[in-house]
């Protein structure tokens, strides 16, 4: 098999059955059958690799988690019914009670939430540092430390944390360096390189890209997964074989979709820097974002996100989603829709206005997810708004 991501994603597919399909079919089945009673505790004893019970494996799913683990570059992976079941069932499973996880502060809304309100429960502890701040984690680790958890680029801020420096970090302090790549896909860029021993989707977003089913994965090597999967295959966050062929599916066009969404936020994002309502553009692959060497170090192309502050803080915001005509309002990201979001008063409500100060999150932030509908016509609807 090829190393190109582009092949992999094609041509990585589950045996064929006796009906010799050019497409994998979808095994919508909750469980499977034995020849005999030895094939079947031979199979509960792993001593065979078999499918059991599609809350531990199906086909479609391995399918979906082979092709993500080999564009990642990683030895194994597993697959959750969403991003955040990846989230936590990834730190559950391997962090115990007194464990301390350093994070960077810009992440999303609901894995702030786990860190803050439900993993001190189980006396799982953080610290934040800021996406600016690499130069402080050290600091902040401990004896208890066990993770480095960070998302680049950030959701919703767009910003760009070096990958090399927490991979460094990481490593020296025999820490687990996890990170989320939603924003970037396997495409776009594959932490694993940079020395992440596990790597986060939400597959619910471009993956997807269609803005049709959720799904979550995470990667890495085969002993961490092994952990990760045990502990998914007793509590139940599996992902659903539909969801998995849909999903598995929509890998086959990543590359051409990012082509273009990524393109078409390049062009709204410059067209942004020329408007007077709208100021601190921020997009990876722009020449004025603050991290942009990083980004074009680690990055194969910018994303499709864009974001950016509108005049006239928390009204304008509210006026600006109010006047949009072409773009979704909602809170997904990541669709061939294009979408716009206001953070303040959604995905990140939850966070209190200091914290979400802290995270770059101020009340005229705009998170554009550019979609694939002609870019003129996407960049005429945002500038009616922003002068509505
Ligand atoms: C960066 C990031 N991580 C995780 C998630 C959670 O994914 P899901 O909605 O599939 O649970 C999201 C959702 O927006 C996200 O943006």
């Given at each position: ?46 001593e ?94 401990k ?5 480095i958890?960070?998302?680049t ?6 910003y760009?944390?070096d ?24 495409y776009?860029?594959?932490p ?22 959720l ?105 600006f ?38 995270s ?29």
């Amino acid at each position: 098999m090829s190393d190109n991501i582009e092949t992999i994603a094609i041509k990585t597919q589950i045996e064929r059955t006796r009906f010799l399909e050019h497409s994998a079919p979808l095994y919508l089945t909750s469980s499977f059958v034995f020849e005999d009673a030895e094939d079947m505790r031979a199979s509960f004893s792993e001593e065979k690799d078999r499918n059991i019970y599609s809350r531990f494996t199906n086909p479609n799913t391995s399918e979906f988690v082979e092709k993500i683990a080999k564009m990642e570059g990683a030895e194994a992976g597993h697959a959750f019914a969403t991003g955040m079941s990846a989230v936590f069932s990834t730190l559950a499973a391997l962090l115990n009670s007194g464990d301390h996880i350093v994070s960077a502060r810009s992440i999303f809304g609901s894995t702030h939430t786990l860190f803050a309100k439900y993993f001190p429960k189980w006396n799982i502890s953080h610290s934040y540092f800021n996406v600016n701040e690499v130069d402080k984690i050290e600091k902040l680790i401990k004896p208890e430390t066990r993770v480095i958890y960070a998302e680049t680029p950030t959701n919703p801020g767009v910003y760009i944390l070096d990958l090399e420096v927490l991979g460094r970090i990481a490593k020296k302090h025999n820490l687990l360096l996890i990170i989320d790549n939603c924003f970037a896909t396997p495409y776009l860029q594959n932490p694993i390189k940079y020395g992440a021993d596990l790597v986060i989707h939400s597959a619910t977003k471009l993956i997807d890209g269609q803005g049709r089913v959720l799904g979550g994965v995470t990667v890495g090597s085969a002993e961490l997964i092994r952990e990760i999967y045990l502990f998914s295959r007793n509590t139940g966050p599996a992902l659903s074989p539909f969801n998995a062929w849909i999903l598995s599916k929509s890998l086959e066009t990543l590359h051409v979709r990012l082509d273009r969404h990524c393109e078409n936020a390049l062009k709204v994002a410059g067209f942004l820097e020329t408007e007077a309502n709208a100021g601190n553009v921020r997009y990876p692959f722009l020449p004025s974002h603050p991290q942009y060497e990083i980004a074009k170090k680690q990055m194969k192309l910018g994303g499709n996100i864009v974001s950016f502050e509108i005049k006239g803080g928390i009204e304008a915001g509210r006026n600006f989603i109010d006047n949009v005509k072409l773009c979704s309002r909602s809170a997904n990201l990541g669709d061939a829709r294009s979408i716009v979001t206001h953070p303040a008063s959604t995905t990140h409500s939850k966070l209190t206005e200091e914290e979400r100060l802290e995270s770059g999150i101020t009340p005229g932030l705009i998170r554009v997810s550019v979609g694939l509908e002609h870019v003129d016509d996407i960049i005429k609807d945002i500038q009616q708004a922003l002068n509505s």
